[in-house]
Structures are given as structure tokens and as C-alpha cells.
């Protein structure tokens, strides 16, 4: 046989070898699909860039360590207005989300299907209504006319209603913008806006430029707002081991940020692309409650015994109402129905 069929004799065996080898692979493949589409196991959470036990969990991967034969999928989401469209498009199972746009998920006649299964946190002053230089405004009451900017249905919304209420305006008084956060900053920085009410870190950008007209600290006193995880009710009913291990690692969170709160700031920080000291520097501004705090009588309580957190969403439902914001707020039974306490206090145990 001459050099030259010899080679081309090799090249078709090389050529075959390679198409087989290919097709295995695309066989190996698909099956490796079938399996994990046939197992279910993929949980898709919803996180926001705000500092919280939600960034450690995330960050140091404790989810994917108690669930290991789970594929985890975070995504992130700029308010609870897009969190709530996610979970009536059934392509999220957990969140985080302010207790406003909750309150709205949970009113009307179709409320979205998710439980309240936990409290990241307690809004202090981590938000606020923040005016900008130069625009002469130094209380919410100079507000008349003016031009706001906050994520419409979020607690921050909520908390601007409130906070124009008790400065004696109503929602008519002044001109309010439907703008995210990164939006916010551009408007900002247009001059656009007068004034906005938004959260960390957004929130600090603007504090460079402008100053407080008031906080949720002080709005909290008589309306309080929080972040909370809230849950599907398919994972509840399909799963409800896996929203254990969900719940301890966020406990676990908790614990770290009232024990180690330069270790935690580390970890949000890098989930923020900030410093640990302008992390810690957020953390601060913050209310964090402890597990034993979240099971307690005042947020979530126990089976038999659902905590205040139910009266809190209602109270924020009916001012909605008020408000106009939504048609009608839905019982207290519905909503203590929509806290899930099963297992605690234990169900947070390491």
C-alpha cells in the first residue's frame, strides 16, 4: 500500500473514531438531561443586592452544601414588585421580599401562592426618603409639587406613602416615579428627581449628594416594614425538608451577623462588589433580629400560634387600601394562613 492510501486509509479511521466518540458524548449528554429534568431537584431563589443573611448564604454556597443533591439557582431581581411576577410565573420557588409587596401578592382574589417562612431583616436606616442638593428641601411637608422616585409596590413605597401622610400630603400632592434602584441614580443624577425613597446600597449613592428627610427607623415606629423569605407553597407541599435546610442555613446567616459582623460584612461585600468596612458600615443600618427573635410571638410565632408578623402584613394591606394602591386587603386568617411556623422554633436548630 502506497504512503498515500496508507494515510487516507488512516484518516477515514480517525474521522470515524472521532464521529463516534462524538455521538456518545451527545448520547451521555442528553441522558444526563433526562435525569435532571426527571429528578425535579433544581431550586431557583430570588435574591436582592441588599446586605442580609440572604448575601452569606449565597455567598458561602451553605445551600448548596445541605442540598447537595440539588442544583441551586440564584437570580437576582431589582424589587418585590418583579419577585412577586416571578412567583406568579411560577419560575421561582424562594425569595426575598419586602413585607409591602407581600401584602399585595397576598390580597385580591387570586393571592399569589407563597408563605412567609422567614425575617432577613427589619428595615431601619438601611432605607429612606433622601433629598437632593440643591433643591432647597429640608422635611417631607416641602415635598408639595415635587417629584419622587421609588420602586412602585415596594416597601419603600409603602413607607413614602406613610411618611407623606403623617406630613399631612397625600400621594396627589406630589409626582412620584416608578424607578429601580439603578435607575434611581441616573435620575438622580439628571436631576429628574427632587427627592427618592430607596434602600442599601443604592441608598448610600444618594446620601453622597443629598440628605435624610426621614428613615424607615422612624416610619417603623408605627409602621414597620421588613425583608422577608418567602417560600412556594408547591416547595412547601413537594419538599418541605428542603425548606427546612433553606431555614437553617438563613438562620445560620442570622447568627453570623450578630456574633461576627465583620465576617459577614466580608462575605456580603464581595456579593456587593464593596469593601467589608462600607459592608459593615450597612450592616449597621439595619435591624437583625436572632432565629429565637424570628420565632417569636412578635414576628413569625409557632404552630398554633402564628406571631404578630400576620397583624403587621394586614395593617399594611389595609393602608394600601386607603391609599388606593390596591382594591381590597385580606383577612387576618388568610394572612396568619400564609405564615409558615411548622417545626419552629426547632426547624431553625443547627
Same mark, same amino acid.
Given at each position: ?7 487516507? #486509509? ?40 441588599? $446586605?442580609?443573611?440572604?448575601?452569606? @448564604? ?44 407581600? &401584602? ?25 426618603? @433622601? ?9 417631607? &411637608? ?14 419603600? #413605597? ?25 435607575? !434611581? !441614580? ?27 428627610? @426621614? ?24 419538599? $418541605? ?22 465576617? &459577614?460584612?466580608?462575605? !456580603? ?6 469593601? &467589608? ?13 436572632? $432565629? ?59
Amino acid at each position: 500500500m502506497s504512503n498515500t492510501r496508507r494515510f487516507a #486509509h488512516l484518516r477515514r479511521r480517525w474521522v470515524v473514531l472521532v464521529a463516534a466518540l462524538s455521538a456518545l458524548t451527545l448520547t451521555l449528554d442528553l441522558a444526563s438531561c433526562s435525569d435532571d429534568e426527571s429528578d425535579g431537584k433544581t431550586i431557583t431563589v430570588g435574591y436582592q443586592a441588599f $446586605p442580609s443573611g440572604d448575601l452569606v @448564604v449565597k455567598n458561602q454556597k451553605w445551600l448548596e452544601e445541605a442540598l447537595p443533591d440539588y442544583t441551586i439557582k440564584w437570580t437576582k431581581f431589582e424589587s418585590g414588585a418583579t419577585i412577586n411576577q416571578a412567583f406568579i410565573g411560577n419560575s421561582i420557588d424562594i425569595g426575598a421580599i419586602g413585607s409591602s409587596p407581600v &401584602a399585595r401578592g397576598l390580597s385580591g382574589n387570586s393571592p399569589i401562592g407563597y408563605k412567609v417562612a422567614f425575617v432577613l431583616d427589619v428595615a431601619g436606616d438601611n432605607e429612606a426618603l @433622601v433629598a437632593r442638593n440643591g433643591t432647597n428641601i429640608n422635611s417631607v &411637608a416641602e415635598l408639595k409639587g415635587k417629584t419622587i422616585g421609588t420602586a412602585l409596590a415596594s416597601t419603600a #413605597h409603602y413607607s413614602l406613602l406613610v411618611a407623606l401622610e403623617q406630613a399631612g400630603l397625600s400621594a396627589d400632592d406630589v409626582k412620584i416615579v416608578d424607578l429601580q434602584p439603578q435607575a !434611581i !441614580i441616573a435620575a438622580w443624577e439628571r436631576g429628574d428627581i427632587d427627592a427618592a425613597y430607596t434602600w442599601l446600597p443604592t441608598l448610600d449613592e444618594l446620601r453622597k449628594t443629598g440628605k435624610d428627610l @426621614v428613615t424607615s427607623r422612624a416610619i417603623g415606629q408605627s409602621n414597620p416594614t421588613l425583608d422577608l423569605g418567602v417560600v412556594s407553597n408547591k416547595l412547601i407541599s413537594d419538599d $418541605p425538608a428542603a425548606v427546612d435546610a433553606w431555614r437553617k442555613v438563613q438562620a445560620r446567616a442570622l447568627d453570623l451577623i450578630n456574633t461576627d459582623p465583620a465576617a &459577614a460584612a466580608g462575605f !456580603i461585600g464581595q456579593e456587593l462588589g464593596i469593601s &467589608a468596612e462600607e459592608a459593615q458600615g450597612q450592616l449597621k443600618q439595619g435591624i437583625y433580629l436572632t $432565629p429565637a427573635q424570628v420565632a417569636s410571638p412578635q414576628w413569625l410565632g409557632t404552630p398554633g400560634a402564628v406571631g404578630n408578623i400576620a397583624n403587621n402584613l394586614l395593617d399594611a394591606a389595609e393602608f394600601l387600601v386607603a391609599q388606593k394602591q390596591i382594591d381590597s386587603a385580606p383577612t387576618l386568617e388568610q394572612l396568619q394562613e400564609a405564615i409558615y411556623v411548622e417545626g419552629l422554633p426547632g426547624a431553625f436548630d443547627q
